[in-house]
């Protein structure tokens, strides 16, 4: 196609018809000009086909990721009321004098150490933030991607953190101490019943404990549960349209 135009261009030069040539000149720098719009046109529509095509995986991979955390998210509330239960018991049994041992306390004092720790899957939504967030099309959507994986699960690495720091410097070595048979989240038994009971400071581990499931575990669950909720909803939304 080149050879073809240069002949052309050629044989007006020699016949000396610098009017025609200057017209196929324009014309030839046109056709370019539409050559490589066209190009970039087409360009630009397959690089629009892959992000999208790229979207549509990812934020379907995000939904399975979130459709499993909340059914780990329903197993670890329903763990934490099960805990608070218990510790409920447990703290309004200690404030009897009177109280006697019998074996169905063991299943209450393992209440008080350990705690089910939230897992979380971010490595779809931190693969679709390399390539830029600005590839979902939705703002709306973007918004609460955003909500849910630097707000919501970072409160969840920063509760885990806390009740790792809380268990390991002041409730797993009170136990260590005080306990035995540690049979760790089903039943403990005390070494010294008689001498527990009546320790303030057992006492106030067993408070604080229930203060914190039900102060701040309970509440960012729950609330965690309804944005993660909405947002599955949203992908859902988003991809059948």
């Known amino acids: ?6 002949r052309i261009r050629y044989r007006l030069i020699n016949e000396d018809k610098t009017r025609k040539y200057f017209q ?13 719009l066209i190009a970039l046109s087409v360009a630009e529509w397959n690089s629009g086909r892959k992000n999208q095509s ?7 991979e995000i939904g399975k990721d979130i459709e ?3 059914s780990e998210l329903d197993y670890t509330i329903k763990y934490t009321e099960t805990r608070i239960a218990k510790l409920i018991a447990l ?4 404030k009897n004098d009177n109280l006697e041992y019998d074996i169905s306390l063991d299943t209450l004092f393992a209440a008080v ?4 720790k939230f897992d979380i899957e971010r490595a779809q939504y931190e693969s679709l933030k390399s390539k830029g967030l600005d ?15 630097e707000e919501v699960y970072n409160l969840f690495e920063t509760l885990n953190k806390i009740e790792d720091d809380i268990n390991n410097n002041g409730y797993f070595q009170f136990h260590m101490n005080h306990f035995h048979s540690l049979n760790w989240g089903i039943a403990i038994k005390p070494n010294d019943f008689e001498k527990l009971k009546k320790d303030n400071y057992y006492k106030n581990l067993v408070y604080t404990r229930l203060n914190s499931l039900q102060g701040n575990q309970m509440n960012v669950y729950k609330s965690a549960r309804t944005n993660m909720e909405e947002l599955r909803e949203s992908i859902d939304e988003y991809l059948k349209k």
Do not use: P, T
């Open 113 to 116: 150490w350990l705690f089910a």
């Open 24 to 36: 196929y000149a324009i014309g030839e720098i046109i056709l370019i000009i539409v050559g490589v």
């Open 91 to 94: 703290d309004s049994l200690l």
């Open 54 to 60: 790229y979207e549509q995986k990812v934020l379907s």
């Open 1 to 6: 196609m080149l050879k073809f135009f240069r």
């Open 68 to 70: 499993d955390s909340l």
């Open 135 to 149: 590839l979902i099309k939705s703002d709306e959507l973007r918004e609460n991607l955003i909500k849910v994986y």
